[in-house]
C-alpha cells in the first residue's frame, strides 16, 4: 500500500466520534506523536504495527506498544496548560 492510499484510509475516532484520516491518528497524540490508540483502532484495516516500527523511532515505538500508566491528576493538568497555550493565555 503506497503512503497516500494509506494517509487517507478512514476509520470511526473512538475519541472524537467521526471519521478520521490515518494521517491524523499519526500526528495526533501528545507532542505530535501518533495517537496512543493507533494500534488499537487500525490493526484490522492494515498491519500498522509493521508499518510503525518500520516508521517510528524505536523508543517512541515502544511507547505505543507498551505505554507507562499516567496519573489522572498530572494528564488533567497537561490539558490545562496545552489549552491555555492553545488560547494564547
Not at 495526533?28 to 506523536?33: A, L, P, T
Not at 511507547?63 to 497555550?85: H, N, Y
Request: one cysteine or more; charged letters at 35%; aromatic letters at 8%.
Amino acid at each position: 500500500m503506497d503512503d497516500q492510499t494509506r494517509d487517507n484510509l478512514e476509520r470511526r475516532c473512538p475519541r472524537l466520534g467521526s471519521d478520521i484520516p490515518f494521517r491524523y491518528c499519526m500526528l495526533s497524540g501528545e507532542d505530535d506523536f501518533p495517537c496512543g490508540k493507533i494500534l488499537d483502532c487500525w490493526w484490522e484495516t492494515f498491519d500498522v504495527e509493521t508499518y510503525l516500527k518500520a516508521n517510528l523511532p524505536e523508543s517512541l515505538f515502544k511507547g505505543l506498544v507498551s505505554p507507562r500508566p499516567r496519573d489522572k491528576v498530572a494528564s488533567l493538568l497537561k490539558i490545562v496548560e496545552q489549552t491555555k497555550k492553545r488560547i494564547g493565555q
